[in-house]
């Protein structure tokens, strides 16, 4: 075990996966002499030299489709999108292409790659960094999406994201990168890809998250916890493969459930978690779910981002709602 | 290097079974067997000629999705294109040992995937070169610039063939371009570029060759614009005599690639009436068998939804397709 940073985890699986299989690399923009601008890929390409961490021309729908053909070819490539909003200039290729080739040629063709990308706010980013567009890609059938939250998961789902057979995208917490530390297993670690994290026990309530709202959620929790208020914590990690099973079993538990996500509110992850809660266990509910979310808004300039983002003043009065405390 | 006497024939050969292709699919699409198919007629030698120039064993071809004579050259069987065209998922393959990737519907997406495979088999001293089809239309996607631009700082061994066909649906050329050229651009990817009579089957087999060399001797890539001609209509959805002037239309189908290369076969005496004849005969033979084929193959069902969209699919996956498959919920 070693205390990390989720940056250094992230560093130290692809290290770690390109000393052990010889066909993965790194490409993205600014990923080799600078170590990428977040200093993710920092040193790769002084072991691995020029060929294996590429810095690639600024244009996203040909990192990734370059990445698709790199696969085809017999390579393990990994991606770097610089942030997860930058993405939109490679949409068409991950969705119509990375995430339906193996369909599309009826598992002929079948491009084992990983895109890696940070998101999330909080950080006084410019406009298009922060944004929080896991749905998206969650809403793409082909693709399987992973969003860690704390150092170990960040390497080990990454360990995992790169030896799947599947396209996977790795969607880091942009917030937590050098803020958020834990303990990571040193070398072999694997997280398998479709299981929650329970990441704080608690009886009252059932709060859902994943990414970086998992520490707004464990601070909420901490915070209730003087009031009274027993707040189990659950971590997605992985939102596609949802894991059903683990989900439901954690909301049944407590019979109360808050989702909590910094996407906006229409048609964000959080809407599929509470149907699919319903659909399992609706006569195990003691109260209708609620959502903590982003309005339905841009997300915002910095100077204003704070209205934006849930907090854990939000989250708590939406425990207490859910409890049936009274304000 | 050129053709020689024998390879022009079987050029010709491929060339009339393309356009007997045309025909017949066509018509099964009119019947209701077939769904929307696009014809290459008229664009007959640039596909030709640009697939002789590859070494199927080794190097990679890229379709957009009008290119079945090159394909089948690459090694493709024409009784799956066949399945294709009846939409069956199976129909999508490339048998293994085919060295082809998909039809590509999304215009110019397959440029950065050839570049990426060019390259990728360059870094692991693999064999092979990879040539990726376009047309016109194509050349104004995002894609088309990114993948090139990307094929120049990489230095990838590919071939990018441009079909000039002059339209893209209805849109003329020269609504996709003030350039008089699309191949000069290629200069400001810091690639090769050549443009060609692309109805002149050994003029595009020499310049497409020569882009194959370069990129196999590692030159790195080549841009070539064949100037060809769109028959047909867009596909069997389209009506061109909403935007095509018919003397137009007239006078470029004069210019058939065809009708150039069999006349000059003829005056070698490579061409005659008898060849002509059992040609013909054999051709639809194999149409018909291909169709029989096509026909005989089962269809999916539900898995044919399901199967091949993950290696391991999700649980709630896998629970979709038994609900599908049942009737019920679980």
Known sequence: MTTMTILEAVRSALAHEMRRDETVMVLGEDVGRLGG???????????????????MPIAEGAIVGAALGLALSGLRPVAELQFLGFGAQAFHQITQQ???????????????????APFGGGVRTPEMHSDALEALYAHTPGLKVVAPATPGDAKG????????DDPVMVLEPLKG????????????????????????????????AWSSAVQLCERAA?????????????????????????LVE???????????????????????????????????????????TAPDTPYPVPGVEEFFLPDVDRVKRAVRRTVGVAE | MTLDPAERRSALELMKLSRAVDRYAVGLQRQGVFGTFGEARGQEATLVGAAMALDPAVDWMVPQYRELPALVHHGVPLELLFLLYRYLPAGFTVPTGVNALCNQVSLAAQLPHAVGLAWGLALQKKPGVVLAFVGDGGSSEGDFFEACNLAGVTGAPVVVVVQNNGWAISTPTSRQTRASRIADRASGFGIAGRTVDGNDLDAVHEAVLDAVERARSGGGATLVECLTYRAGAHNTNDDPSRYRDPDEH???????????????????????DEREREYTASVRARLDAALDWALAQPEPGADGVFDHVYKNPPARLERQRREQLSGGRE
């Open chain 1, 98 to 116: 990375v995430a339906r080739y193996r369909y599309r040629s009826q598992g002929r063709f079948a491009p084992a790659l990983t895109i890696r």
């Open chain 1, 250 to 292: 954690a909301v049944v538990a407590t019979g109360r459930c808050v989702v909590v996500h910094e996407a906006p509110l229409t048609s964000g992850f959080g809407a599929e978690v509470v149907s699919t809660v319903q659909e399992e266990a609706f006569y195990d509910l003691e109260a209708p779910i609620v959502r903590v």
């Open chain 1, 177 to 208: 990168y050098r803020l958020v530390k834990g303990e990571v297993p040193d070398g072999e670690h694997l997280v398998d890809l479709g299981h929650i994290r329970l990441a704080r026990q608690g009886t009252h309530v059932t709060l859902v």
């Open chain 2, 250 to 272: 007239a006078e470029r189908e004069r210019d058939d690639p065809i009708e150039r290369l069999e006349g000059v076969l003829r005056a070698e005496g490579a061409w005659n």
């Open chain 1, 157 to 164: 789902l990454l360990l995992a994201a790169i030896r799947d």
């Open chain 1, 37 to 55: 601008v977040f200093r993710a890929t920092a040193g790769l390409i002084d072991e691995f030299g020029g060929d294996r961490v590429v810095d």
């Open chain 1, 222 to 246: 901490r915070e209730l916890e003087a009031e009274g208020i027993s707040a189990a914590v659950v971590d997605l990690r992985s939102i596609v493969p949802l894991d059903v099973e683990g």
